[in-house]
Structure formats: C-alpha cells, structure tokens
C-alpha cells in the first residue's frame, strides 16, 4: 500500500466511484441530502449490484457471481 490518493492501491472501488460520480452524482442537481441517499441506494441496489457486469468478476454481476460462489 502506498500514499493516501493512490489508485492503484483500490481499483475496483475507484472504478466504482468513477462510474457512480459519471452516471448518476453530475447529471443533476440535487435539492436535500435525503434525495442524494436515497438515489445512491436506488443506483447501488437497484442497477450496480444486481445488473452491471464487471470485468473482475468475469463479466458477471455481483448478484449473479455471488450465486454462483454459493
């Protein structure tokens, strides 16, 4: 592990925020930090985790990953 700010350190998880920051955080603007949560829990559990494929998982889902794993 190197200096804080290194993404190299955590790929996956800067990816993540890459894509979550490009598809939902800059394409509004938001009133109230409740409508920020509550669209993050809808991207989370509602597109990334059940429908996404990613590359780290074989171009699987995690849902469709972790039921295979199981």
Not at 20 to 48: C, H, S
Not at 52 to 70: D, I, N
Request: hydrophobic fraction near 35%; charged fraction near 30%.
């Amino acid at each position: 592990m190197s200096g804080k700010g290194n993404c190299y350190d955590n790929s996956a998880v800067e990816n993540f925020f890459k894509s979550l920051k490009t598809e939902m955080v800059r394409r509004r603007d938001w009133q109230t930090r409740r409508e920020v949560e509550i669209a993050l829990f809808e991207y989370i559990n509602g597109f990334d985790n059940p429908r996404r494929r990613h590359s780290a998982l074989g171009w699987k889902s995690p849902v469709a990953f972790e039921q295979r794993a199981a």
